[in-house]
């Protein structure tokens, strides 16, 4: 059974900002918060990860509360080229990945 | 770097035929590679983690013995699906753990997408 809870789409003018959330309030202390993301008919491609500090990385941002129940990923200037399902994923180092239903990020002109 | 590619791209069989997917670690060796299934508007599932030189492990209701799976070298793992049937018909996707890294890290391959007639 997936650990998350994500709303299972959302829409997003281009240029503006994407914040998508993620629900997973049974995190354990040694899991980790993952987003991937899979553009139609491709493999899914890593975005960022963390524990329990903010993260940025040159394609997003990930935004995880103080009692790591919930997290944001933000995608700061979304382009058409974003659209596609968006993974969050929680799991220990060692776990295996394993995916949810995810949201489908729709980036409109 | 971390690029993992899968081969063929796209496969059409006739039913009751086999067909073999190749998966491959381009520039990192992959002690630990992973296969998943997707049916279309569905996410992915995983079906096994293959491990080098030894046998894969399977998750469950996945069929050993219809999806046969071979990690014989550190850069290769190949999934063989036997007597497909249009059930198969699907999306199959690898990916791969650098050998440091544990299960840290996996990078994705294209997927290969499987048609049965």
């Known amino acids: ?9 959302m829409d997003c003018a281009e240029g503006r900002a994407a914040n998508l959330p993620c629900n997973h309030s049974t995190i354990s202390g040694n899991e980790y918060v993952y987003w991937y993301r899979q553009i139609h008919s491709q493999g899914p491609q890593y975005i960022i990860h963390g524990l329990k500090n903010n993260e940025t990385n040159e394609m ?9 129940k919930s ?12 659209t596609a399902v968006y993974y969050c994923i929680v799991r ?14 729709q980036v409109f002109p | 770097g971390a690029v993992v590619s899968q081969h063929p791209s796209w496969v059409i069989c006739k ?4 067909v073999k997917i190749e998966c491959r670690s381009l520039d990192f060796q992959a002690t630990t ?12 599932m995983l079906m096994a983690t293959s491990n080098e030189g030894s046998k894969a492990t399977y998750e469950q209701g996945v069929e050993k013995d219809k999806f046969l799976i071979n990690h014989a070298s ?15 018909s699907s999306f199959y996707i690898c990916s791969a753990s650098p050998r440091t890294s544990g299960y840290n890290e996996q990078f994705f391959g294209p997927g290969t997408r499987l048609t049965v007639l």
């Open chain 1, 1 to 9: 059974d997936a650990k998350t809870t994500q709303p299972p789409s």
């Open chain 1, 60 to 68: 997003a941002s990930l935004i995880i509360t103080e009692d790591r």
């Open chain 1, 71 to 82: 997290s944001t990923l933000i995608l700061p200037h979304a382009t058409l080229r974003d």
């Open chain 1, 92 to 105: 220990a180092p060692t776990d295996k990945l394993i995916f949810g239903t995810g949201t489908r990020l």
């Open chain 2, 15 to 18: 039913s009751g035929t086999s």
């Open chain 2, 33 to 44: 590679m992973f296969w998943y299934r997707q049916f279309p508007k569905q996410s992915l």
């Open chain 2, 74 to 88: 550190l850069t290769l793992s190949t999934l063989t699906v036997t007597s497909a049937h249009p059930e198969d």
